[in-house]
């Protein structure tokens, strides 16, 4: 055995044996600037969150049921920069009276970090074969991190608190439109004008927008042909893409055909845009006005979830919390090895075609079949009771920021919060992922596999689904007892809130969920076909009940610009009790419902108290005064996170 892992686990058990004489409530410190050799204490802390939970976990395991009182990782405040996830295991579980407790130290601020600095920028001098003579002046160039001895790559990049934009074309927020759509040929028509003068197709990508989802495409050919170009695709995405039926763009004049490229040194010409060329191992970025790379940091994310929590049905993680902790800087890494075409959501298809002959057991009408995986996310917890998410903060996450999936129960995720996310902000539940087909009702034969009791409260969620615009603020697939209240959610590119799964009528795991008294407001801001609150297939006993919806703006590129609600209850929808919500006007959907669904006063004329007592309780209000400045969610001063890498980290 190495001398220094002798010595690693010489501390942890020293620890674990001093604190089993008492076998009572526990803190174990850990700091940026502390040493793993370290016994754990206050004046001489542990560096890592993952050697004091491994110290937490000997000391569950030399005490046993005789532990009382809660183990408390306390991380002082500054940025844990982590190379692998946290993982909370079996072995990690608390139990009521002596839960196990990650926490920020008090009036301090920790953030779990998937990042890698890049530093080493220069101003460009030499020239770059493709980079516009409009950048050749402005672009700055270091060179890609080396990870685990391997050069990193990456679709996403922090400059300061701001998240940057990949080179595209045309520039954000403006979109190109298709020249035509060839289903049978899998190819599209495009101005040859977006490609500014790029042949060689490696590497670049199309994003298209269609109706209530976008696709990433990774191109495989470039065929000019005057005005125009023919654009093929890779595999699997291609013929996923044009096989499956829903969704289509919808091409001019009858629609939108929205789309851009990305991901070409061409397309480099603004400022804020980066450009990594993986074969130079160079990072190119024209800095927005204001910035100085000499001074900024620029974070490129190395690590899809920073946190991994769960065991199994038979042996999941129990009572665990965590308190005011950040995390973030995680990456969204599928699109690039395999395209992404989702059915709705976020949630890629894998495979996915159209019924020659329409009709399936459960439903005779459906004409297409589409197998999925979940979208991956910052904070993963699966197979665990009890967990909570207290106070804390998820930002800049590639994809999602909190998936809730199969066998969680009984915990809450309450005055979080979310921001700068690529995909759903908090996802919950089963969406029927894996090896049997989304349309097929989810009923588990064992009832612990299906997430029940769980609480999304008093959170704020800005600036969701960055990256892929059909993704959702708040969802919840299949699940029960799933209470979503009293959250205040704005600027998410699609839906605010999405409960329900399947497209069916058809009995199935969801019941008695709760969605009351949320704010919701500036949702759908680039695709159509959504809502401000949005329910599919039968799930009994649900309410949606004093919610507050605004005003609801449609981008001029989509595909139907009408085609929004401020509530809407999808194909399925049934047992579904919907009352006392206020909205601007009755734009409402109710679209191929099943039976037993109560309408009752929603609209303008609903109370004028519904609309005050809706979004955050009192005790969270601070939280909007905060998000702006990407704040510390704690009751301390507002600090962000570069105020904490300076060391701004105490009153």
């Known amino acids: 055995m190495r001398a220094s892992l002798k010595l690693r686990l010489g501390a942890v058990l020293a620890a674990a044996a001093t604190l089993s004489l008492s076998a009572m409530a526990a803190e174990i410190w850990v700091s940026p600037g502390g040493n793993d050799h370290n016994p754990g204490t206050k004046v001489l802390p542990l560096a890592s969150p993952a050697m004091a939970l491994r110290q937490a976990r000997e000391m569950r395991r030399v005490n046993g049921p005789a532990m009382s009182g809660a183990i408390t990782i306390v991380l002082r405040g500054g940025l844990y920069r982590l190379t ?155 013929p996923i893409e044009f096989q499956h039926p829903w969704p289509q763009p919808i091409l001019p004049p009858k629609g939108g055909g929205a789309f851009y490229l990305v991901n070409a040194i061409e397309f480099l010409d603004s400022p804020g845009e980066w450009f990594e060329d993986t074969a130079a191992g160079r990072i190119y970025y024209w800095p927005r006005p204001g910035e100085d790379l000499n001074r900024e940091e620029v974070v490129a994310p190395a690590l899809t979830s920073v946190v991994v929590c769960g065991g199994t049905l038979d042996r999941p993680v129990q009572h665990v919390r965590f308190e005011r902790v950040a995390f973030a800087h995680t990456a969204w890494n599928e699109a690039g090895r395999s395209g992404h075409v989702p059915l709705q959501a976020g949630m890629p298809m894998v495979e996915a075609y ?188 649900t309410v949606v009940s004093g919610n507050y919806v605004g005003d609801i703006v449609m981008s001029p590129y989509v595909d139907r610009p009408q085609h929004w609600f401020y509530l809407y209850t999808d194909e399925g929808t049934s047992g579904v009790t919907v009352r006392d919500n206020w909205c601007p006007a009755e734009k409402f959907l109710r679209n191929a419902n099943g039976p037993g669904n109560v309408w009752n006063d929603n609209g303008p004329m609903v109370a004028k108290t519904v609309r005050e007592h809706a979004g955050l309780e009192p005790e969270f209000a601070g939280l909007l005064g905060e998000i702006g400045a990407g704040a510390n969610p704690s009751p301390a001063p507002a600090r962000t996170l570069k105020q904490v890498r300076q060391g701004r980290t105490s009153p």
């Open 84 to 238: 692998d996830p946290l993982f909370v295991r079996w072995e990690d579980s608390g139990t009521e009276n002596s839960p196990t407790v990650i926490a920020s130290a008090p009036g301090e601020h920790a953030v779990l970090s998937g990042g890698v600095p890049i530093g080493g920028w220069a101003r460009l001098t030499a020239p770059v074969d493709g980079l516009p003579p409009t950048a050749r002046a402005h672009v700055w160039v270091a060179d890609v991190p080396q990870v685990n001895g391997h050069p990193l790559k990456f679709r996403e990049l922090w400059v300061g608190e701001s998240k940057a934009t990949r080179a595209r074309n045309p520039n954000d927020p403006e979109l190109a439109r298709l020249a035509g759509w060839d289903r049978k040929g899998e190819v599209a028509t495009v101005p040859a004008s977006v490609l500014s003068g790029r042949r060689d197709p490696n590497g670049v990508e199309m994003v298209q927008e269609q109706q209530w989802e976008i696709a990433i495409l990774r191109l495989r050919t470039i065929e000019a042909a005057g005005d125009v170009a023919r654009l093929g695709f890779r595999s699997p995405e291609g």
């Open 354 to 541: 159209k019924l020659e002959h329409p009709g399936t057991p459960d439903k005779p009408t459906l004409e297409n079949q589409a197998w999925i995986r979940r979208m991956p996310a910052a904070v993963v917890v699966k197979a665990a009771n009890h967990v909570e998410f207290t106070r804390c903060q998820f930002e800049h996450a590639g994809a999602s920021a909190l998936d809730l999936g199969a066998g969680v129960h009984d915990s809450s995720v309450e005055g979080c919060m979310v921001r700068d996310v690529g995909g759903n902000g908090i996802q919950v539940g089963s969406f029927q992922e894996g090896g049997v087909e989304t349309h097929v009702p989810y009923l588990p034969s064992d009832e612990r596999e299906v997430s029940a009791r769980i609480r999304i409260a008093n959170n704020v969620l800005r600036d969701t689904a960055n990256a892929d615009w059909g993704s959702v603020a708040v969802i919840s697939g299949y699940a029960r007892q799933v209470s979503i209240e009293h959250n205040d959610i704005s600027g998410t590119s699609y839906t605010g809130i999405s409960v329900g799964w399947g497209w069916t009528r058809t009995p199935n795991a969801s019941r008695d969920n709760r969605i009351v008294a949320n704010r919701i407001t500036h949702v759908a801001t680039r695709v159509c076909d959504t809502a401000g609150i949005y329910t599919l297939s039968a799930q009994p006993g």
